[in-house]
């Protein structure tokens, strides 16, 4: 095998033979060096593909001294999720998952945002997430995991050629059960809550508002972002039809903005049910162009529209109901009804029939039923 340039095959006690790539080159009159990554055989399906490896790497440093590029500093692991952020993160409210995530990685581990990015091995992102793993859920486990993956990812895009460590790794299991909260709940629970917002901080208009909109994702099933950016465009009464075209959400910079749908499937009719016309027929008489707007005139935040719904039941021991479940509750009915289960999947705006049937509530007694009448003849 013929010798490449700039790359050498050295052998560690530890994982075996690898390559290194290190340029040499002058900067600021001096005669020095940066190494562009260890590939180890060990990580690869074979020696060629390590090598091969190696050889894009050595290919891209060589362009990269050819243009000038090339400097002695490398990237650290915060250098790196920093540009995670600016790179490959859309809105703010990712942004903020997203730090919060990389919270837990410098919490067990703070030596490690100062590290450079080349140096990062599969332990130190196994070890990481382990320590991880014995204080919170499997949760939080996969979105440090997914804050690593991204991580890696910007180095790439920054011309760094690392591996992905986090492509080798298994989740640990956590040491942390996972919280199982149910979200079904019944139309007598529903009727409860709406009550109980009328007379709930009286005059208030949050609350106001949220009793409309609770309303409206019973007889629709839309998502509370959808029910948020409902405006005068989105109701036609003489057609008999809701028209869901947009969603509340964040951008890159800022918070309670009007944005495009979830995803294509998500722009969708729906039929005005009776029971809802009464209620569209007073939205639409109100003169802002989204119905439901904060005090500030902005879209209302779900997050605190849940915190009201959620301080009104513990305050007075109301039973158990979430906007969500609004939506569950459409979906367990218009599924065990419709005869094309298609037609439910569109209402709800799902890419797929396995998406909605997540959302259909166990029955108990059916459940039943299905097993105490099976018989062997």
Request: proline letters at 3%; glycine letters at 4%.
């Amino acid at each position: 095998m013929k010798k490449e340039k700039y790359i050498t095959e050295k052998e560690s006690k530890k994982k075996g033979k690898y390559f290194e790539v290190v340029i040499k080159f002058e900067e600021n009159g001096k005669r020095t060096s940066k190494s562009y990554g260890q590939f180890y055989i060990s990580d690869y399906p074979s020696r060629k593909d390590a090598l091969k490896q190696a050889v894009k790497a050595r290919n891209a440093a060589m362009e990269d001294l050819e243009y000038n590029r090339i400097t002695a500093k490398g990237m650290t692991v915060q250098e790196c999720f920093e540009a995670s952020i600016e790179m490959l993160i859309d809105s703010k409210k990712n942004e903020d998952r997203h730090r919060a995530s990389y919270r837990n990685i410098i919490k067990y581990t703070p030596s490690l945002a100062y590290k450079q990015i080349s140096k990062v091995s599969t332990e130190d992102v196994l070890l990481n997430l382990k320590e991880v793993a014995e204080n919170h859920s499997a949760g939080v486990v996969q979105d440090v995991k997914t804050v690593w993956h991204q991580i890696f990812q910007s180095a790439q895009l920054k011309g760094i050629p690392v591996i992905d460590r986090t492509m080798m790794i298994k989740n640990p299991k956590s040491k942390v059960p996972t919280e199982r909260r149910t979200s079904s709940c019944t139309v007598e629970d529903l009727i409860i809550i709406l009550d109980n917002l009328l007379t709930y901080n009286l005059g208030n208009k949050m609350s106001m508002d949220l009793w409309y909109i609770l309303q409206i994702m019973y007889y629709t099933g839309i998502r509370p972002q959808e029910a948020l950016a409902l405006c005068h465009k989105s109701v036609n009464l003489e057609k008999g039809e809701i028209y869901i075209f947009q969603s509340i959400g964040s951008t890159k910079t800022e918070y309670r903005q009007v944005i495009p749908t979830k995803t294509e499937d998500s722009i969708r009719p729906i039929p005005i049910a009776e029971g809802l016309r009464p209620l569209l027929e007073e939205l639409v008489k109100r003169d802002t162009d989204l119905f439901f707007l904060d005090k500030d005139g902005k879209p209302y935040e779900v997050a605190v529209l849940g915190t009201l719904l959620l301080n009104m039941r513990k305050k007075r021991k109301l039973p158990r109901v979430t906007m969500y479940m609004c939506r569950h509750l459409f979906a367990t009915d218009i599924y065990s009804k419709a005869t094309n289960k298609k037609a439910a999947q569109t209402l709800m705006g799902h890419k797929s029939e396995s998406m909605t049937l997540h959302y259909v509530y166990d029955d108990e007694e059916e459940k039943q039923d299905l097993v105490l009448n099976r018989k062997l003849s």
